[in-house]
């Protein structure tokens, strides 16, 4: 259904509805995409005749409740799953959709909605104060249709797979309500969506008693072409479609494997694979998220070389998950806990139901690989945590489960302690699935978004679009400048520096790590916040450097002083990183670009599939030969003669005609205290 009537009012019953302010709204809807701080919302739709029997699907969130002709049809909890309503008949359908305010005291610590980043985050408006439940996301976020049935009636469908000798066995699992025992053949196909192939075909029998449940069908399957990340392959992928009676329903399917191995690595088709990836949460309010979003959202990790990314706290649009499918991005999903939450058993059940409810709506994406059952739990961590791990795995056996990701997966060294040369210590290892900083965004969008705000500060504005004022200057201590313009170049800059040293040092550590999500890709709302690309999807200069950080190929280089005399060497060690699944052979050059331009080093260097190699070290240098040592004597002689000054140390690593990566330090040549012949 493409439209309702709309009212934003806090009547408990139809009754207590006035006949007046109502107008017309498009569906998919939320109240606070239009300006509206409310917790209710009315819906009234007429219903299109059909039958024998009709049922509502419909997405709202949090809390739905249906009235047709008068009579209460019944409540449904929870926001990312359909409501699956049979409808009797009648001509009008009122719905009551209500997001609330947590009261305070229940709310933060203490959460019954399951609504993960959308109830409580720092990334939300409000962020973690107590202003951090407004403009909230009630609506009809995912509109709603009828859906016209048999007395058997299809209303859902997914799948799990399993390689088998020679292919595959794919457990088919129908949703079907039937007001009678039955025994009828469901027919089942299977289509290549993004790439040419035969469709194949089949009847299987499908019987079951009265009432609603979920019903199985088996097929097998011979070899297939395989669904794989984008690096290493092509994504092929299907559609399932069963059709029941004239009632016709599909889902993605891909042929691919996901385990992990006992050294934490992915195993992706039976081959390991290096995780390099990045947290997302793309909008704030899903009924303003669509296709053409998703497309460029997507198409933005893999600009960035990423080939993962973590939902973070919640389950997102469906076009998310539909693009990372088509273009091979694996998701790491998150089940929509986040921080503390209701210690009863009535929220445990909950939780419980609504875990089942996310393997059903996602589980048949070939990209989502993981599940995760809580982010940074506090004290619910080892009640909730085991719990939800457990129901997660009887619901899918075909995928990894983790119970939590933890405070401890979650390193900021440089944002909230210590200095970002923290991470040279590796922490979060062997999978860190949080790092970063914050960065503004472009100045001129502050000034829209701040008004009179933006410059000179006002910090409780800031504050409200989750600006960090401590950790800004007291820990990064990023400089402000004289203008809204130098300060955004400052937090850019910081937040590139941090990320490139970050990510270099995760890189280098290749076997100690098995992958990394920066958190995070792009900011769900007009906030100031540790996302590298800005709510309209302009990059900041953290995007930049993440993508040159995350190649394939990657080029290290670890400086030995950031001031150095001249006459000094400028590097420390050079590091070679492949996560390719073939031998290379690259040309690598190193230069100094300043006052003066001179050629250090310019050589070939074999590389495995998958190696990590350090292929020069200064303290290996000192250590070596004297015949070694005197292949470096001309370029001692010529850093000697450089001139002062400001340079950078660029770095190349080219195979063929192709530039795989580029890495560039800044270092300064400082005049030498004591003549060289002096010095030590």
């Not at 080939?307 to 694996?330: I, K, M």
């Amino acid at each position: 259904m493409e439209k309702a009537r709309f009212l934003a009012h806090p009547a408990e019953g139809p009754e207590e509805l006035p006949g007046e302010g109502w107008r017309e709204v498009a569906l998919p809807h939320q109240w606070s995409l239009e300006g509206i701080e409310a917790e209710v919302g009315w819906y009234r739709l007429a219903l299109p005749e059909g039958g024998p029997r009709r049922f509502l699907r419909s997405f709202g969130d949090y809390y739905q409740e249906a009235w047709l002709d008068g009579v209460h049809l019944g409540r449904h909890e929870g926001y990312f799953f359909p409501w699956l309503l049979e409808l009797p008949r009648g001509e009008e359908l009122l719905l009551r959709v209500s997001a609330p305010k947590e009261p305070l005291g229940v709310w933060p610590r203490f959460k019954r909605q399951i609504k993960g980043v959308f109830g409580q985050h720092d990334c939300r408006p409000g962020g973690t104060t107590a202003r951090g439940q407004e403009r909230g996301t009630g609506g009809l976020w995912g509109g709603v249709e009828v859906l016209v049935r048999e007395e058997v009636a299809l209303l859902g469908l997914t799948h799990h797979l399993f390689p088998r000798p020679g292919g595959w066995r794919l457990w088919v699992r129908l949703l079907v309500d039937a007001t009678r025992p039955f025994r009828e053949r469901v027919r089942l196909a299977l289509s290549p969506v993004n790439f040419p192939g035969e469709v194949l075909e089949r009847e299987a029998p499908l019987e079951g008693e009265a009432g609603r449940g979920w019903r199985e069908a088996v097929w097998d399957l011979p070899e297939m072409p395989l669904w794989e990340v984008w690096e290493r392959g092509f994504p092929h992928l299907f559609r399932l479609e069963a059709d029941l009676l004239g009632a016709r329903l599909g889902v993605p399917l891909g042929f691919r494997t996901v385990a992990v191995d006992g050294e934490g690595w992915l195993l992706l088709n039976g081959r390991r694979l290096f995780l390099r990836g990045t947290n997302a949460i793309p909008t704030q309010w899903l009924a303003g998220y669509s296709e053409e979003m998703a497309q460029k959202d997507v198409a933005l990790l893999k600009e960035a070389n990423l080939n993962a990314v973590r939902v973070h706290a919640h389950v997102t649009h469906p076009a998310f998950y539909e693009g990372c499918d088509r273009e091979g991005v694996l998701v790491w999903q998150d089940f929509p806990l986040q921080w503390g939450y209701a210690p009863d058993e009535a929220f445990a059940q909950e939780a419980l139901r609504q875990a089942r409810a996310m393997v059903e709506v996602l589980g048949a994406h070939p990209s989502v690989y993981l599940w995760c059952a809580q982010n940074e739990p506090t004290h619910n961590r080892h009640t909730l945590g085991p719990l939800l791990g457990a129901a997660l795995r009887a619901a899918d056996p075909t995928r990894p489960v983790k119970e939590a990701s933890d405070f401890r997966e979650h390193p900021y060294p440089g944002w909230y302690w210590g200095h970002y040369r923290d991470f040279l210590a590796l922490p979060g290892a062997p999978l860190p699935s949080e790092f970063g900083a914050q960065a503004l965004p472009r100045a001129e969008l502050l000034r829209r978004v701040l008004g009179e705000a933006a410059w000179p500060p006002r910090w409780e504005v800031w504050a409200h679009h989750n600006f960090q004022p401590h950790e800004t200057f007291r820990v990064a201590g990023v400089e402000m400048g004289g203008s809204l313009e130098e300060f955004v170049e400052n937090s850019q800059d910081y937040q590139a520096r941090l990320l490139d040293f970050a990510v270099h040092a995760y890189r280098r550590a290749k076997g100690k790590v098995v992958g990394y999500f920066q958190f995070m890709l792009v900011e769900p709302w007009e906030g100031i916040t540790w996302a590298v690309v800005d709510v309209e999807r302009v990059p900041k200069k953290g995007y930049f450097a993440l993508k040159e950080a995350s190649s394939p190929v990657l080029l290290s280089l670890v400086p030995y002083r950031e001031r150095v005399e001249v006459g000094g060497p400028p590097l420390q060690e050079a590091w070679l990183i492949s996560d390719l699944d073939r031998p290379l052979s690259l040309r690598v050059r190193l230069r100094l670009e300043g006052p003066t331009t001179l050629l250090l080093v310019e050589e070939e260097v074999a590389l495995e599939a998958g190696e990590v190699r350090r292929f020069f070290s200064l303290g290996e240098l000192w250590e070596s030969p004297l015949e070694v040592q005197a292949r470096f004597l001309p370029l001692q002689e010529a850093l000697a003669r450089i001139p002062p000054g400001a340079y950078r140390l660029v770095g190349e690593a080219h195979e063929g005609e192709r530039l795989w990566s580029r890495h560039i330090l800044s270092v300064e040549y400082l005049e030498p205290l004591l003549p060289l012949e002096v010095a030590w």
